[in-house]
């Protein structure tokens, strides 16, 4: 899943569940021939699916893959055995060890995948042809727009920092040891 393009998942996504299945519309962000007036919450919720999905899956595929070799990295390590010596239980060391050495790496990735989202959605909303800031920035792009991309520029970029000072501070939270500012106590 990591080394799929972005938009092949997109068009792989909306052949299964738009064509084959049906259950999910094609594309677009509100249904062919609706005002936009009558559009409701839920049609637009039903539009937005398969992006979202797109986008998610292409993000997660990543730091699963690294969580889960992080985690065998733990399994086999010294400390894991002794604690398996000493008697613990198989859910004990994975929540006491595994889980505690590999959340941190986990958050870190999570948030600093937020900048590849941006980069994703210009692609995913083009094979679905749904309006976001990815197609407004290539718009913009394109047209000379110099006013709209550099908004959209600041906007993302505030989105990513927000992401990882959120990412910090919970690293924070769940590792106490790691404060700002090198406090030493």
Same mark, same amino acid.
Request: glycine share 10%; charged share 25%.
């Given at each position: 899943m990591?080394? %799929? /393009? +972005?938009f092949w998942l997109a068009v792989l996504l909306?052949? +299964?569940f738009a064509v084959w299945l049906q259950v999910l519309p094609i594309g677009l962000s509100v249904p062919i021939g609706v005002d936009a007036a009558d559009v409701t919450f839920? @049609?637009?919720l039903q539009h937005a699916v398969l992006p979202a999905v797109t986008l998610s899956m292409a993000g997660v595929a990543g730091i699963a893959l690294h969580t889960r070799e992080k985690m065998a990295d733990v399994m086999a390590s010294d400390y894991v055995l002794f604690?398996?010596? #000493? *008697?613990? *239980?198989? #859910?004990a060391i994975v929540r006491r060890h595994g889980v505690r050495n590999v959340l941190l790496p986990a958050i870190t990735l999570q948030f600093a995948s937020i900048s590849e989202i941006f980069g994703g959605s210009v692609l995913v909303e083009q094979v679905f042809s749904y309006p976001g800031i990815g197609q407004a920035a290539v718009a913009a792009g394109l047209g000379g727009d110099v /006013? $709209? $991309? $550099? *908004? %959209?520029?600041v906007v993302s970029a505030a989105i990513v920092f927000a992401g990882n000072?959120?990412? @910090?501070i919970l690293c924070t939270v769940v590792d106490p040891r790691i404060r700002l500012g090198g406090m030493q106590k």
């Open positions: 990591a080394s %799929i /393009p +972005v909306m052949m +299964v839920a @049609d637009r604690a398996r010596a #000493r *008697g613990e *239980g198989e #859910r /006013p $709209l $991309l $550099l *908004g %959209i520029t000072f959120i990412a @910090d």
